[in-house]
């Protein structure tokens, strides 16, 4: 046999060895992971922004992670993903964790609290304020490891088949609204209604509600409320910068190489800006077509609504404060950052974008 034949021979020998020993180790590398969400399949904005994510995830693994998505319904109810991926039924969630504060008042406000952190401020809180380590502990009380995966921003007031001109007009009202602005309307002698995002139209259509908040004016629009509503309120004291959440099982997290952390770390991350960016860039024209092409009727909050707000906001904080010492202590960071970041926000963002829209006629 010549040199040559004998040296072919053994790369094919050495290659075809490789492959007997690489394709186990890359099916064993497989990740499988079930994903649970609270959000509608394919509604825009929260329920894409899910699924863009758990996309992302495979596509950055290129096809290492193998994420099945569940939209609520689909594997288990919305609000019975979290005890899904807490069981380790299923590995991750995607949804609002203020949907959790019967579990623990301080899963508010890791998505939204009144007269709580718009976008930029609730970013800052977790990344550099604390409210990250704090996120941790709480959600490793439940065996969960949770992140930011998105955000909604300043959503409006709710839609309402009457005028608001005081607190007394909220009396009685049935509202769908979630979290601790369910608590403060709940003050003001409205009952608060806790309803997924699929069950709000049929509810305010047949009556059995009579007031809903949402989104914006991007989902309120494709989700038809003007049907049943003819007011639309704003600004929403209730979330001004909804931060929605990653859940994933501890150990399932714990399990995941540091590589592997990272990578969910980032596509978490992105999915944060993306939504938020693109709720920004689709909300002012969506606006303008239900008040141009719908007839809505938009209205603005006046102060002295706004400050009975303000007043039983108060009165819930104080509730769920005296929860616990963790409740106690979210509390307290949250607070600062809010005096911090927000009052820095008042010399830079506030006061630019007011002087701005006063010189443009905005």
Same mark, same amino acid.
């Given at each position: 046999?010549?040199r040559?034949?004998?040296?072919?021979?053994?790369?094919?020998?050495?290659?075809?060895?490789?492959?007997?020993?690489?394709?186990?180790?890359?099916?064993?590398?497989?990740?499988?992971?079930?994903?649970?969400?609270?959000?509608?399949?394919?509604?825009?904005?929260?329920?894409?922004?899910?699924?863009?994510?758990?996309?992302?995830l495979?596509?950055?693994?290129?096809?290492?992670?193998?994420?099945?998505?569940?939209?609520?319904?689909?594997?288990?109810?919305?609000?019975?993903?979290?005890?899904?991926?807490?069981?380790?039924?299923?590995?991750?969630?995607?949804?609002a964790?203020?949907?959790?504060k019967?579990?623990?008042?301080?899963w508010?406000?890791? %998505?939204?609290?009144?007269?709580?952190?718009t976008?930029?401020?609730?970013?800052?809180?977790?990344?550099?304020?604390?409210?990250?380590?704090?996120?941790?502990?709480?959600?490793?009380?439940?065996?969960?490891?949770?992140?930011?995966?998105?955000?909604?921003?300043?959503?409006?007031?709710?839609?309402?088949?009457?005028e608001?001109?005081?607190?007394?007009?909220?009396?009685?009202?049935?509202?769908?609204?979630?979290?601790?602005?369910?608590?403060?309307?709940?003050?003001?002698?409205?009952?608060?209604?806790?309803?997924?995002?699929g069950?709000?139209?049929?509810?305010?259509?047949s009556?059995?509600?009579?007031?809903?908040?949402?989104?914006?004016?991007?989902?309120?629009?494709?989700?038809?409320?003007y049907?049943?509503?003819?007011?639309?309120?704003?600004?929403?004291?209730?979330?001004?910068?909804?931060?929605?959440?990653i859940?994933?099982?501890?150990?399932?997290?714990?399990?995941?190489?540091?590589?592997?952390?990272?990578?969910?770390?980032?596509?978490?991350?992105?999915?944060?800006d993306?939504?938020?960016?693109?709720?920004?860039?689709?909300?002012g024209?969506?606006?303008a %077509?239900?008040?141009?092409?719908?007839?809505?009727?938009?209205?603005?909050?006046?102060?002295?609504?706004?400050?009975?707000?303000?007043?039983?906001?108060?009165?819930?904080f104080?509730?769920?404060?005296?929860?616990?010492?963790?409740?106690?202590?979210?509390?307290?960071?949250?607070?600062?950052?809010?005096?911090?970041?927000?009052?820095?926000?008042?010399?830079?963002?506030?006061?630019?974008?007011?002087?701005r829209?006063?010189?443009?006629?905005?």
């Open positions: 046999m010549k040559r034949d004998l040296l072919k021979g053994a790369a094919a020998g050495a290659a075809a060895g490789a492959s007997t020993i690489a394709a186990p180790a890359i099916a064993q590398d497989r990740i499988e992971i079930n994903m649970v969400s609270t959000w509608p399949r394919d509604f825009p904005g929260l329920g894409t922004g899910a699924q863009r994510f758990a996309q992302r495979s596509d950055m693994t290129n096809g290492r992670m193998q994420v099945q998505y569940f939209a609520a319904g689909e594997r288990v109810g919305a609000f019975d993903s979290f005890d899904e991926v807490a069981s380790g039924n299923a590995q991750i969630y995607h949804g964790d203020y949907y959790w019967g579990k623990h008042p301080g508010a406000y890791f %998505t939204a609290v009144p007269f709580g952190l976008y930029t401020e609730i970013n800052a809180w977790i990344r550099f304020g604390g409210g990250q380590e704090l996120w941790d502990e709480l959600a490793g009380e439940f065996g969960l490891k949770n992140l930011m995966c998105g955000n909604t921003g300043v959503q409006m007031g709710g839609w309402f088949n009457k608001i001109n005081s607190a007394d007009d909220l009396k009685g009202l049935k509202m769908r609204m979630p979290g601790l602005g369910g608590d403060v309307m709940a003050k003001l002698g409205a009952s608060p209604v806790s309803l997924p995002g069950q709000i139209y049929e509810n305010l259509v009556g059995a509600i009579d007031a809903t908040e949402w989104v914006g004016p991007w989902n309120d629009l494709f989700m038809k409320f049907e049943a509503a003819k007011y639309y309120y704003y600004p929403g004291m209730h979330e001004p910068g909804s931060m929605l959440a859940g994933i099982n501890k150990d399932f997290w714990e399990s995941l190489s540091d590589t592997d952390k990272l990578i969910v770390e980032a596509a978490s991350s992105m999915e944060n993306v939504m938020m960016s693109e709720f920004n860039a689709k909300n024209e969506s606006l %077509t239900l008040i141009r092409d719908q007839g809505v009727e938009l209205r603005e909050f006046n102060d002295d609504v706004y400050d009975s707000f303000g007043e039983a906001a108060a009165a819930v104080e509730e769920a404060r005296a929860h616990s010492d963790l409740a106690n202590r979210i509390h307290e960071s949250f607070l600062k950052a809010r005096a911090d970041v927000g009052g820095w926000a008042k010399i830079a963002d506030v006061a630019y974008i007011n002087q829209n006063r010189v443009l006629g905005l």
